[in-house]
Structure formats: C-alpha cells, structure tokens
C-alpha cells in the first residue's frame, strides 16, 4: 500500500517534473469552447514516466470510458437544462474533463496499454465493469436524460453526475492506496479534490 509520504513525493514529482501546464482553451473547453474556470485541474501531460504498477493501468483504463461518459453528459445540458447554475457546472465539467482524457490516453500509451474502446456513452469500455459499476450510466440511465427538459433534466442529470463523481473518487481513492506512476498519482489526487467538491456543489443544488 503506499504510505502518506510515498504519495506526497509522488504528487510532487508528477507537478514539478513531468506535467506541462497549459491554459483551456477552445480545444479542452466546455460546450461552446468555454475554458475551464479559475483554478481549474492542469490540461495536459507532455511526458509520462515508464514507472507503473497494474493499478496505475486499471485506473486510466476505468477512468477513460468515465470521463468520456461525464462529458457526453455534460454536453446534454445547453439544450435541455432549466437552472443556469447547471448549465455552468456541466461547463465545468467538461472543461476539466477533456484534458485529463488527454492526459489518461498518454498514460495508456507511455505503457503500451489497451485503451478501451470508445462509444455508447463509454460504459461498455470500462476495464472489467458492466454497466452502472463506478458509477457509470447505464443506456437507460442515458436515454432518461436526453430525454428529460427543464427541471426534470436538471434534477436527474445532478442525482446521476453525483453518483457518477462517487464513482470517480473511489475509483482514484484505490489508485492512491495502490498506484505507483507519480503522474498517475497526481492525476487521482485531482480527481479526488475536484469532484469531491463537485459533489457538494451538486447536492446543494439538489437541496434546494
């Protein structure tokens, strides 16, 4: 298991060393080429180290398909959504998505590792996960949302990004007790902070 330190040493070389930090723009944006807000995640890794371990691989592997599956979400919400505080968290989103997908196809690809396939919403490339595991939706979860308007979409898409991000967070929680890559690791980490936030954000809109 890695300790507190090992993490911390981890994070700190995947910050210092090896990631090449770059502004969103149109290219990692949210809907509209929105770019990500102020104090948004780092967009892209330049270079990753060859050091890894399988759950450093199960974890770009899992967490590929569900970034690909929030974004597919994410972009259903200019049309659909009622709140604006909706639309602008589905921007966000997005916005710090996409680049960790940058990121996480480069992982897979420093390792010379399958990248899972892409299409119908992602869930059917989750590395050893059927629909709905990790928090992923399922086709019927997906059909509901394109189809709901106004507050039913607004409502069901926050209950269903939340169990989403809860995937998310355990999914990056298990890379930090059992990954090695410091890239890798410093990715989790993100994840963890980010949507953990996200969560909250979510449910207070919810309990509105």
Excluded: Y
Aim: aromatic letters at 2%.
């Amino acid at each position: 298991m890695t300790t507190a330190p090992r993490r911390a040493g981890a994070l700190f070389a995947a910050l210092g060393t090896t990631f090449v930090l770059a502004a969103c723009g149109a290219d990692a944006g949210g809907a509209g080429g929105s770019a990500a807000p102020s104090g948004a995640p780092p967009t892209a890794v330049a270079e990753v180290s060859s050091e890894h371990a399988e759950a450093d691989v199960a974890f770009a592997q899992g967490m590929l398909p569900h970034h690909r599956q929030a974004v597919e979400m994410s972009a259903l919400a200019g049309g659909r959504a009622e709140d604006p505080e909706v639309v602008a968290l589905a921007d966000e989103i997005s916005a710090a998505q996409k680049p960790e997908i940058v990121t996480l196809t480069a992982m897979l690809e420093a390792w010379g590792a399958e990248e899972p396939a892409a299409g119908g919403g992602g869930h059917e490339g989750m590395a050893g996960m059927e629909g709905g595991a990790a928090g992923m939706m399922t086709e019927d979860d997906m059909s509901a949302l394109e189809a709901a308007e106004g507050a039913e979409f607004d409502r069901l898409f926050l209950e269903l990004m939340v169990a989403h991000h809860e995937g998310a967070v355990e999914m990056a929680q298990t890379e930090l007790d059992e990954g090695e890559n410091p890239e890798a690791l410093g990715l989790a980490e993100q994840v963890v902070d980010t949507q953990q936030a996200e969560i909250e954000r979510m449910r207070s809109l919810l309990g509105r």
